[in-house]
């Protein structure tokens, strides 16, 4: 019998929670069970299984990166755009770091919801990029560039990676002005 008012988008939202105590690669289904107070079984009638929820996970923390990078490119453009979605991103990473991996799961392409939101994801890091003249091909290279060089830092960051006496601030500036100086200076 499934708990009274347990639904797949509450325990998606819960798995999300429990996923930034005890880490993505720890979010289990009998994990989930525990921390909701049902049976395993009992979160069949909501996610088919580990597979669903984190593919689910994956469209819920997508929809927020990517709502967190729109408000923060708004009204900007070029560098000031740059730095805020940067920023944006590395937030939601510090914030979310259970959660966070979620975000880079590639979407189906059967899938509607998740392309989606894959879609304004990506939608927010093109508009900054319009903004330096980068389209079609050159848009779609500058944009895994971002997603590599960010998703890069911040994961080196989140495992300690960066032992060097140095503010990890101040090069992640250095990182994103770097960025910015390659969009400037582009060449299709």
Request: glycine share 10%; hydrophobic share 45%.
């Given at each position: 019998m499934p708990r009274a008012g347990l639904t797949p988008a509450g325990v998606v939202r819960?798995?999300?929670?429990?996923?930034?105590?005890?880490?993505?690669?720890k979010l289990t289904l009998a994990a989930l069970a525990g921390r909701l107070g049902v049976a395993v079984p009992s979160l069949y009638k909501h996610v088919r299984g580990a597979e669903e929820?984190?593919?689910?996970l994956a469209v819920l923390t997508t929809?927020?990166?990517?709502?967190?990078?729109?408000?923060?490119a708004a009204g900007r453009a070029r560098l000031d755009a740059l730095?805020?979605?940067?920023?944006?991103?590395?937030?939601?990473?510090?914030?979310h770091p259970g959660r966070y991996p979620a975000t880079q799961r590639a979407?189906?392409?059967a899938d509607p919801e998740h392309l989606a939101v894959a879609e304004r994801a990506v939608g927010a890091i093109l508009a900054v990029l319009?903004?330096?003249?980068?389209?079609?091909d050159a848009a779609v290279d500058a944009t895994r560039m971002f997603r590599s060089a960010v998703h890069g830092?911040?994961?080196?960051?989140?495992a300690g990676g960066f032992g060097l006496p140095r503010s990890i601030d101040h090069s992640?500036?250095?990182l994103v002005t770097g960025l910015d100086t390659a969009y400037r200076h582009w060449r299709p």
């Amino acid at each position: 019998m499934p708990r009274a008012g347990l639904t797949p988008a509450g325990v998606v939202r819960e798995a999300a929670r429990l996923a930034d105590e005890v880490g993505y690669q720890k979010l289990t289904l009998a994990a989930l069970a525990g921390r909701l107070g049902v049976a395993v079984p009992s979160l069949y009638k909501h996610v088919r299984g580990a597979e669903e929820l984190h593919h689910r996970l994956a469209v819920l923390t997508t929809a927020e990166l990517a709502d967190e990078m729109i408000r923060a490119a708004a009204g900007r453009a070029r560098l000031d755009a740059l730095r805020a979605v940067a920023a944006a991103w590395r937030g939601y990473a510090h914030r979310h770091p259970g959660r966070y991996p979620a975000t880079q799961r590639a979407p189906d392409p059967a899938d509607p919801e998740h392309l989606a939101v894959a879609e304004r994801a990506v939608g927010a890091i093109l508009a900054v990029l319009r903004g330096y003249g980068l389209r079609d091909d050159a848009a779609v290279d500058a944009t895994r560039m971002f997603r590599s060089a960010v998703h890069g830092f911040v994961v080196l960051e989140a495992a300690g990676g960066f032992g060097l006496p140095r503010s990890i601030d101040h090069s992640f500036d250095q990182l994103v002005t770097g960025l910015d100086t390659a969009y400037r200076h582009w060449r299709p």
